[in-house]
């Protein structure tokens, strides 16, 4: 499964942006798909994740209340709505698909995840 993501790119703190994950000719039916973000010099950090066929959505608390995931059935994605943004949220950004994943399970670690994406870069300044 490739695993495409897009968006990214220069924000300023309190603004907001979007990340999208696609994976081209697949659907994400049954599955759960993740976000992860990794900063300089630090461990990869999971940042929230959905599964596709429940709707169900899960967020590390330096992200609740700041982070939307959701789907987007038309072009069989899923977005990353991310607002109030902050420096440290200054990290590369990456999408994994954990494949038949059960409904309201919590997979926080990168372990649990199938396929990755490439990763796009968030930069936030102060």
């Known amino acids: 499964v490739q695993l495409q993501a897009s968006g990214g790119g220069l924000a300023r703190a309190g603004d907001s942006l979007g990340l999208s994950c696609a994976a081209p000719?697949?659907?994400?039916?049954?599955?759960?798909v993740g976000w992860f973000r990794q900063a300089p010099g630090k461990e990869r950090e999971f940042v929230g994740q959905?599964?596709?066929?429940?709707?169900?959505?899960w967020y590390a608390d330096s992200v609740k209340g700041r982070f939307t995931i959701s789907r987007d059935v038309a072009k069989n994605a899923v977005d990353l709505q991310m607002s109030s943004l902050k420096p440290e949220d200054t990290a590369v950004y990456f999408c994994?698909?954990?494949?038949?994943?059960?409904?309201?399970?919590?997979?926080?670690?990168?372990?649990?995840?199938?396929?990755w994406g490439q990763g796009t870069q968030v930069t936030v300044s102060s």
């Open positions: 959905i599964n596709w066929s429940a709707g169900t959505t």
């Open positions: 994994a698909v954990k494949l038949g994943a059960a409904n309201f399970v919590l997979y926080d670690y990168d372990t649990a995840y199938d396929y």
């Open positions: 000719g697949r659907t994400f039916s049954k599955h759960t």
